[in-house]
């Protein structure tokens, strides 16, 4: 008989199931909104990055609709050659408005933002200061580069500026980069330091605010702009497929870098633009953030008021500064059984384990967003506190 060629998948899906590591996809059956269709179930809503309840917005659909009928399905070419049309160009110019920088670069996804941004400014003469706990698309935005390496630890400018002086001096030039949030802690990056420190050793710096769009700075300018940071720092990557609800990534900051983006970065020359209809619902997207800061205000009331119930009733949110929560959990197999009672409760949190978290640190995590009701949010503690009870991680006569 032939060789199974196939064998090593089919043995490393059987260890993956082994090891509980195995992703059970699940399918939604309406729009990401506080409630949801999830495989049949209508569930209270905590897994979606829809910060902002933008998702299923009326004015961003109408806009996308009246895309298509001025602009058509797809530019069917890649932007530097005949995709780039006016709604590209008028999203950048506004999005550059928005978070108060020289420039901006609207491509197909954060994650694409990263694997664009990092290899024109670095090559394999130069060194990259990444933090421990950098994004997946970071990391791999940084291995496409062919650049050193070196990781720091975790919010940590002191750490990185020991690995800044042992490093720098045996490469031509180097760029430190880390996410603003982040994604599974909540917590932020101290980018004033890490700043402080890249510029005294004339280090690149770039900083992934996927999580912070929307949601950090005035009215969800992001992390540049909750610092004070315009004009100094180098490189933002950003994301409109979180608190912006539509799909798509945005390269942010210096004019100089921006346009040698335009020239260099290889899915801007290599894959095609963005769509007409998420590029005008994104550009309406800028309109509701720019009319009113209102969803953002929401947004942090909503996380405020979550987190200290959730500590009220004696649950550990980690070392959580915005509007994702991690609820503590430590056990890999706890998380899982905790997240199914949840569901079974008619709450949808997902728990998280090792790899995408360090062992022993599993938990369960609630992302908050303005389209949440009050009402919404009790419903979900409830179900945290009937659930942590149950499962023994409250104490069952725990004074409230
Ligand atoms: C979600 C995320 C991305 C990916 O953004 P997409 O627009 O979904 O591709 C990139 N970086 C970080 C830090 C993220 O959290």
New binding site residues.
């Given amino acids: 008989m032939a060789q199974d060629k196939l064998a090593f998948i089919r043995e490393d899906v059987e260890q993956l199931k082994a090891n509980s590591l195995f992703i059970n996809i699940r399918t939604m059956d309406s729009p990401a909104g506080a409630w949801m269709t999830v495989d049949g179930r209508r569930v209270l809503n905590f897994c979606t990055?829809n910060y902002l309840g933008l998702a299923d917005d009326p004015r961003m659909k109408e806009a996308a609709k009246a895309a298509v009928d001025r602009w058509g399905v797809g530019p069917a070419a890649v932007r530097s050659i005949a995709g780039t049309q006016g709604l590209h160009l008028e999203l950048e110019r506004r999005l550059a408005a928005f978070k108060r920088v020289e420039d901006a670069l609207y491509v197909q996804?954060?994650?694409?933002?990263?694997q664009a941004a990092i290899a024109p400014l670095v090559g394999k003469e130069d060194v990259i200061f990444s933090d421990r706990l950098?994004?997946a698309?970071?990391i791999d935005g940084a291995r496409l580069s062919s650049a050193k390496i070196v990781v720091y630890e975790h919010c940590d400018p002191a750490d990185a500026e020991v690995k800044i002086r042992e490093n720098l001096p045996n490469f031509r030039r180097g760029l430190l980069v880390t996410?603003?949030v982040f994604?599974m802690d909540g917590d932020i990056a101290p980018l004033d330091k890490l700043t402080e420190i890249a510029e005294k050793y004339g280090v690149l710096t770039m900083v992934?605010?996927?999580?912070g769009e929307g949601v950090l700075g005035q009215g969800g300018r992001g992390i540049v702009d909750h610092f004070g940071l315009h004009g100094v720092f180098d490189v933002e990557?950003g994301?409109?497929?979180?608190a912006f609800g539509v799909?798509?990534?945005v390269i942010a900051g210096k004019k100089l870098i921006v346009d040698y983006l335009r020239q260099k970065a290889r899915p801007f020359l290599f894959s095609s633009a963005v769509t007409p209809a998420d590029t005008a619902a994104c550009l309406a997207a800028v309109d509701l953030l720019e009319e009113s800061e209102e969803r953002v205000q929401r947004l942090w009331d909503n996380a405020r008021y979550f987190k200290e119930e959730m500590a009220r009733l004696g649950f550990d949110t980690g070392r959580s500064q915005t509007p994702i929560v991690p609820v503590m959990l430590g056990d890999a197999a706890l998380a899982k059984e905790f997240s199914r009672e949840l569901f079974a409760n008619a709450v949808f949190a997902v728990a998280i384990g090792f790899p995408t978290v360090p062992r022993g640190l599993a938990r369960i995590r609630v992302m908050n967003t303005a389209a949440h009701s009050r009402e919404d949010l009790d419903l979900g503690l409830a179900a945290f506190e009937t659930v942590g009870k149950k499962l023994g991680v409250l104490k069952i006569n725990r004074v409230t």
Avoid: R, Y
Avoid at 208 to 211: F, I, S
Avoid at 239 to 242: Q, V
């Fill in positions: 990055n996804s954060g994650f694409c933002a990263n950098n994004h698309s970071i996410d603003g994604s992934d605010d996927a999580h990557i994301t409109l497929s979180k799909v798509g990534g």
